[in-house]
């Protein structure tokens, strides 16, 4: 938690830092960097879904019976395309159940504003949280235009899981909404005039698929 911000977590853990490190470095290739969000977003997934609400079932195990806890409800994994690809991934390799949805967004390079071109999310959503994902909160743009369409699916515990982010965009999100967590691995200083964070890892779905 931020001490200025009670909803913006940032994850400081040696691990999820040594793999960002490495995703910055611009010597790191598509492949590679496929593999580091893979890696930090099962880690991301743990730190997001610290209080994830739980039920007491009993079961027998070949000792003895016992109560033991598990997950209210599955969660929904929805990566913002094409970069949230990269760590969601990573989080459903370690989620039980969880499902995923889609949403196609991208910037617009001249107003930086978000375009959607696609829309796929499971009928149920509103029943289970949902983490939103995107390795970059820049402008805030995509994120904002993201939550937007979950709350018009009646979401009401969503949390937005980002690699890096920009106090730029950590400000936007909670003007819209305050309580929606964000957990990222850094904040970075700042946006340049194309949008970009600096120093941040450059641009993301170019890194990991190859284009740009
Ligand atoms: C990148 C990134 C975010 C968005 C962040 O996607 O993955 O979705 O920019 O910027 P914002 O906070 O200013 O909206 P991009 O639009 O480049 O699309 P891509 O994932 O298809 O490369
Ligand atoms: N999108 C990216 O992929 N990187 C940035 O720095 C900003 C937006």
Redesign the pocket.
């Known amino acids: 938690m931020s001490a200025s911000d009670p909803k913006l977590f940032v994850c400081e853990h040696p691990l999820i830092q040594h793999l960002l490190a490495e995703a910055r470095d611009q010597r790191t290739g598509p492949m590679v960097f496929r593999r580091l969000l893979r890696q930090v977003g099962a880690m991301l997934a743990y730190e997001a879904l610290r209080d994830l609400p739980r039920i007491t079932r009993r079961i027998q195990t070949p000792m003895e019976a016992m109560e033991v806890q598990t997950m209210r409800a599955p969660v929904t994994i929805v990566p ?5 690809l990269g760590l969601a991934d990573g989080m459903l390799e370690v989620l039980p159940d969880a499902r995923m949805g889609h949403i ?4 617009d390079e001249s107003t ?3 375009v959607t071109y696609y829309e796929k999310l499971p009928e149920d959503i509103a029943g289970g949280p949902t983490l939103l994902v ?13 939550l937007a369409k979950l709350w018009g699916r009646n979401c009401v515990d969503v949390r937005f899981v980002c690699l890096v982010a ?1 106090p730029e ?1 950590v400000k ?1 999100l909670h003007e819209l909404d305050p309580n929606v967590p964000i957990y990222t691995a850094a904040v970075d200083r700042q ?1 340049n005039e194309k ?1 970009y964070i600096l120093p941040g890892l450059g ?4 890194r ?2 190859g ?2």
Do not use: H, K, Q, V
């Open positions: 913002i395309l094409r970069a949230g196609g967004l991208f910037r930086l504003n978000p995107d390795p970059m909160l820049a402008t805030g743009g995509s994120a904002c235009e993201a920009s965009g936007r946006l949008g641009d993301a779905g170019d990991l698929y284009t740009g």
